[in-house]
């Protein structure tokens, strides 16, 4: 009787052993790494029209990617306030890259840098500054439709 607690003892302790050893290695080991340059999906390409309109002052084609019940509140004219508002505090766009999106289960936001470049008016040196774009879309139907954007 005394063999067996003793033998329950020990395989328990070897047991518990293998198990925090186990745990352990696991804490330590990192995830994989995903490394993605640009997605190639619906939903990026939907985001890079959006990007490409604004930066050429194409409301036309810019809000035609808004939903109809959303152009009612923002149409050419707030396109056309929203777009000079930016470009009188950052400047002209020049340049974009995509940085990332954010995976959540009912809508996706899209995160771009977007690049501009003004002139000092005290001493006409030219400058760029960035800015994060934030577009939100959702799927109606399986293709991307616009739910939100702003610049952060």
Same mark, same amino acid.
């Given at each position: ?55 050429? @002052? #194409?409301? =036309? ?11 009612? +509140?923002? &149409?050419? /004219? ?44 005290? @001493? #006409?040196? =030219? ?11 959702? +799927?109606? &139907?399986? /293709? ?9």
């Amino acid at each position: 009787m005394m063999l067996k607690r003793s033998l329950i003892a020990g395989l328990s302790l070897l047991a518990g052993i293998a198990l925090l050893t186990g745990c352990a290695i696991g804490i330590r080991e990192l995830p994989a790494e995903v490394r993605k340059t640009e997605p190639q999906g619906a939903d990026f390409e939907f985001c890079r029209k959006l990007v490409i309109a604004f930066m050429k @002052n #194409d409301a =036309k084609t810019f809000l035609a990617h808004v939903p109809e019940e959303a152009r009612e +509140k923002f &149409n050419e /004219k707030q396109f056309a306030a929203s777009r000079k508002a930016i470009i009188e505090s950052m400047g002209e766009p020049i340049s974009f890259r995509y940085v990332t999106s954010l995976e959540l289960t009912a809508f996706t936001p899209h995160i771009w840098k977007i690049r501009f470049q003004r002139t000092d008016p005290r @001493n #006409d040196k =030219k400058f760029t500054s960035e800015a994060l774009f934030r577009i939100i879309t959702g +799927k109606i &139907n399986g /293709k991307p439709v616009l739910i939100g954007f702003q610049f952060l």
